[in-house]
C-alpha cells in the first residue's frame, strides 16, 4: 500500500503558496491539479473494482478540470480577473474542494499517511482558540496516547476550516487590492485631466514665478501649454525614487496577487498630483517664506520634490499592505499548542531511552563476554544486557503520576495585596509597576472571581498527596521565581503560589501561560492575555 503511494505524489496542501520569482502562480496551480488527479489515480486503483467515476473520486475530478480550464483560459479572454486576483481565487476554490473529496475517496492507509501533512495546515491557518483545532488536537492526542486511528470527519472539517481560514485572508487582500485599482484609476484620471486642462487653457493654473523684476515658467518666461505636464512629469519623477523602497518593503515573497506592484504605481499618479498642488499653494502664498522662484531649473526641482513628498501619503499604506500580505502568507501564531510541547518532550525521552539504555546495555554486554570468555555465555550476557536496558528505560520514565481533579485559578493583585478585577482571560495592567500573579490550585471549587480559572484533571496511580510543579511564562514581563514545586491533598487540599510580576514603561499586549508539571510531564497549560496600557 505504502509504495503504491509513494509512487504517485501526494496532493500537497500548501504548494499553492510560493516564492515569487521562481514559478508563475500557473505553473504552481498545474503543478497541485496533477498532483491531485495522480492521487485520484492511486485512490483508485487501491479501490475496490477500481471504479472512479461515481461518489466523491468524479467530484474532485470534476473540480479539477474547472480549475485547469481556468488556468488555462488565464491568458486571453480572463486577463483582468488575473489582475485582480480572481482567476487564482476561482483555482484555490476548486483545488481544496477537490482535496476534501479526495480525502473522503482515500483509504484508512492513505489518509494515515497525509494525517502529518493536514495537521501542518491546521496548525498553520487556524488559531489556538479556535474549537474546530481544539477538537482536532483532542484526536491527535487519542491517537498519540491511545494509538487510535485518526477520526476521518474531525480532521478533514479542520482542513476545511483551515482552507477557509486561508480564502478569507486572501479575500482580505483582493479587497485592499480592489480599493487601491480604484484609487490609481482615479488619481490617474485626474492628473491627465489636469494637464489635459492646462494644455488647453494655460492660464487655469498658472505656474509663473515673478522676482525682481523677471518672471520664471515651467517651459518659458509666458504660461506654455505643456507647464502643467512638466510640473507633473518632474513630480512622476520624483515619486519614482521611492518605487523600489516600496517593492523591497514586500521582500518579494508574496505572489498570491499584484498588490505590491499597484502599490508602486500609485506612487506615480499621486506624485504627480502633489507637485501639482505644491506648486499651486506656492503661488498661490500659503506657504509662508517660499516662492520669488526667478529660475526654471528651481520651478522643476520643487515640483520634483513635492513629487517626492507623496511618501507622506502611500508611506502608510505600504505598510498596512505589507501586514495583510504577511498575514495571508503566514499568519501569526501567538501559543504553541500543549500537545506539540507534549510530543517534542515524548520525542526527546525516547531518544534518551534508545540512546542511553543502548550503550549501556551494549558496555555490559561486552564486559560480562570479556570476563566470562566462552561462547555458551553470550546468550547469558544479550539477556543479562536486555534487563539492564530495560531498568534504564523504566528509571527515565521516573515515578507514574498521582491522579487528582481539581481547579486552576489565576488572579492579579497589587502590591498591597488587593486583587486586580479583570474580564476572563485578559487584564490591564500600569506600566512600570510590580504585582504579584498567584497561582491556586485546589481540589474544591473556589467561590470568587478571577482572571482564569479552568478545571484539571491528571489520570494516574491513587494517592493521597499529588506534588506539582508550577511554571508562568509571559512574553516580554520577567516574573520570579521562575518555577515553585507544591503538594496538594488530592481530597480537599489546597496551594498557592504567587509570583512577582514587573511590567515594561511601554505599552503592549503580553501573551502568558502557566504550565503545570508533574515527575517533568506537562500536565495542563493556563492561558491568558496580560495587557500593559496607561488606561489601567
Not at 325 to 349: C, G, M, Y
Not at 405 to 413: A, E, K, L, N, R
Not at 467 to 476: H, K, L, T, Y
Request: proline residues 5%.
Amino acid at each position: 500500500m505504502r509504495e503504491s503511494i509513494e509512487k504517485v505524489p501526494s496532493p500537497t496542501l500548501g504548494d499553492f503558496v510560493e516564492s515569487a520569482g521562481t514559478r508563475s502562480w500557473r505553473r504552481s496551480a498545474r503543478t497541485r491539479i496533477t498532483a491531485l488527479r495522480n492521487f485520484s489515480t492511486a485512490i483508485s486503483a487501491e479501490s475496490a473494482g477500481g471504479k472512479s467515476g461515481t461518489g466523491p473520486l468524479s467530484v474532485a475530478l470534476d473540480h479539477l478540470d474547472k480549475a485547469m480550464r481556468k488556468v488555462e483560459s488565464h491568458y486571453g479572454r480572463s486577463w483582468s480577473r488575473a489582475f485582480t486576483g480572481r482567476s487564482r481565487e476561482y483555482v484555490m476554490v476548486h483545488t481544496d474542494a477537490a482535496e476534501i473529496a479526495l480525502l473522503y475517496a482515500a483509504g484508512n492507509e492513505q489518509f494515515e499517511f497525509l494525517a502529518p501533512e493536514i495537521t501542518c495546515r491546521v496548525r498553520k491557518e487556524l488559531s489556538p482558540s479556535d474549537p474546530r483545532r481544539e477538537a482536532f488536537n483532542k484526536i491527535l492526542n487519542e491517537r498519540r496516547i491511545q494509538k487510535r486511528p485518526i477520526d476521518r470527519e474531525i480532521a478533514i472539517a479542520a482542513l476545511h476550516a483551515a482552507n477557509g481560514e486561508r480564502l478569507r485572508r486572501y479575500g482580505s487582500v483582493r479587497r485592499l487590492h480592489r480599493l487601491l485599482l480604484g484609487v490609481l484609476l482615479f488619481a490617474t484620471l485626474s492628473a491627465c485631466t489636469i494637464a489635459l486642462l492646462g494644455a488647453l487653457n494655460p492660464s487655469i493654473l498658472d505656474f509663473c514665478f515673478a522676482s525682481e523684476g523677471r518672471t520664471a515658467c515651467p517651459i518659458s518666461t509666458t504660461p506654455r501649454a505643456g507647464d502643467i505636464a512638466v510640473v507633473e512629469i518632474a513630480g512622476i519623477a520624483g515619486a519614482v525614487l521611492f518605487v523600489p523602497l516600496s517593492l523591497r518593503g514586500f521582500h518579494g515573497t508574496v505572489p498570491v496577487s499584484m498588490l505590491p506592484v499597484t502599490c508602486a504605481a500609485l506612487k506615480i499618479p499621486v506624485g504627480a498630483l502633489c507637485a501639482v498642488l505644491g506648486l499651486t499653494l506656492m503661488s498661490a502664498g500659503f506657504i509662508p517664506g517660499f516662492g520669488g522662484l526667478d529660475e526654471r531649473v528651481q520651478i522643476i526641482a520643487w515640483a520634483a520634490v513635492f513629487g517626492c513628498s507623496q511618501q507622506f501619503l502611500t508611506g502608510n499604506l505600504d505598510k498596512q499592505a505589507q501586514r495583510i500580505l504577511e498575514e495571508a502568507v503566514e499568519p501569526s501564531v501567538l501559543f504553541q499548542e500543549a500537545d506539540q510541547w507534549s510530543d517534542i518532550l515524548d520525542q526527546r525521552l525516547r531518544d534518551a531511552e534508545a540512546t542511553l539504555s543502548e550503550s549501556v546495555g551494549g558496555v555490559v554486554q561486552d564486559r560480562i563476554s570479556w570476563n566470562l570468555r566462552g561462547p555458551a555465555l553470550v546468550g547469558l550476557a544479550g539477556s543479562i544486557a536486555t534487563v539492564v536496558g530495560a531498568s534504564v528505560q523504566r528509571s527515565l520514565h521516573g515515578p507514574e503520576n498521582i491522579a487528582f481533579s481539581g481547579f486552576i485559578q489565576v488572579t492579579v493583585h497589587k502590591l498591597d495585596g488587593s486583587r486586580m478585577e479583570a474580564s476572563p482571560g485578559a487584564m490591564t495592567l500600569e506600566p512600570d509597576t510590580d504585582y504579584t500573579l498567584r497561582v491556586r490550585l485546589s481540589a474544591e471549587e473556589p467561590q470568587n472571581s478571577i482572571l482564569r480559572f479552568e478545571s484539571v484533571s491528571v489520570a494516574g496511580k491513587s494517592g493521597q498527596v499529588a506534588r506539582f510543579a508550577v511554571v508562568p511564562e509571559i512574553e516580554g514581563l520577567i516574573s520570579e521565581p521562575s518555577r515553585i514545586e507544591v503538594q496538594i491533598q488530592t481530597e480537599q487540599g489546597a496551594a498557592v503560589c504567587d509570583f512577582q510580576v514587573h511590567t515594561p514603561p511601554h505599552s503592549g499586549d503580553h501573551p502568558a501561560w502557566v504550565a503545570i508539571y508533574q515527575h517533568t510531564r506537562l500536565v495542563h497549560v493556563v492561558r491568558f492575555n496580560l495587557t500593559v496600557g496607561a488606561e489601567a
